[in-house]
């Protein structure tokens, strides 16, 4: 499976944007997706993870409420719609997918794509 995020950018807080990533491949839909971020000299984070059939969806805890995952299996694509950004969502976005569901380590994790900047300005 090849990943390609997209749909980063520049946004003001509290603003909004949606992230979406696309997969090559004919078996996304078995595959649990997550999305990851990673600020400069910081550990790559958990955001989300969303189960194959789209059923289960799980968010760290500064994300919830504020963050939306989705996922179009026709299409081949997840999405990370992100509303009320906050500087601190500042990162470099990356979607992954694996074979566990509810799976919050990056090391679960067997495909991943390019990352997509996130700036947030205050």
């Known amino acids: 499976v090849q990943l390609q995020a997209f749909g980063g950018g520049l946004v003001q807080a509290g603003g909004s944007l949606r992230l979406s990533c696309a997969a090559s491949?004919?078996?996304?839909?078995?595959?649990?997706m997550g999305w990851f971020r990673q600020a400069p000299g910081k550990e790559r984070e958990f955001v989300a993870t969303?189960?194959?059939?789209?059923?289960?969806?799980e968010y760290a805890d500064s994300v919830k409420g504020r963050f939306t995952s989705s996922r179009d299996n026709a299409r081949s694509t997840v999405y990370l719609q992100m509303n009320s950004l906050k500087p601190e969502d500042m990162a470099n976005y990356y979607c992954a997918a694996g074979p566990l569901m509810g799976a919050t380590n990056p090391s679960l994790y067997t495909y991943w794509g390019q990352g997509t900047l996130v700036t947030v300005s205050s």
């Open positions: 491949g004919r078996t996304f839909s078995s595959y649990n």
């Open positions: 969303i189960s194959a059939s789209g059923g289960s969806i």
